[in-house]
């Protein structure tokens, strides 16, 4: 059974931090690509970043530069470190994952498996 745990939300003022992790079991973690979604109230869920088998990463372009995805394939855990926080990033954040060696594209519907989300509040 795969099931992903986030967790590390909270509510921050603007210019702050939080570091997010989501721990994964019931896969070979390392032959999979991971992903973080958000979603606003009344928005639709958006793709943030992504981190790939080999450790290469991709994002967003609105938090390119504050963001930064990582992985820890020994702990079987990913983690977004979030710098620089902006009210706008104010979401649930959800990490998922579409299957073994498959991509990790920008589309929601992609993707197979998904984390219950935390929530980052971020106030001006």
């Known amino acids: 059974q795969v099931q992903l745990v986030e967790s590390g939300g909270g509510s921050v003022q603007a210019g702050g931090s939080l570091r997010l992790s989501c721990a994964v079991s019931?896969?070979?973690?390392?032959?999979?690509?991971w992903a973080w979604f958000r979603q606003a109230p009344g928005k639709e869920r958006e793709w943030v970043s992504s981190?790939?088998?080999?450790?290469?990463?991709t994002y967003k372009d609105s938090v390119r530069g504050r963001f930064t995805i990582s992985k820890d394939n020994a702990k079987e855990t990913q983690y977004l470190q979030m710098n620089s926080l902006k009210p706008e990033d104010t979401a649930m954040y959800y990490c998922?994952?579409?299957?073994?060696?498959?991509?990790?594209?920008?589309?929601?519907?992609?993707?197979?498996?998904w984390g219950q989300g935390t929530q980052v509040t971020v106030s001006s």
């Open positions: 019931g896969v070979r973690y390392s032959e999979y690509c």
């Open positions: 998922a994952t579409s299957g073994p060696w498959l991509d990790c594209p920008s589309i929601a519907s992609r993707y197979k498996y």
């Open positions: 981190i790939y088998t080999g450790g290469s990463t």
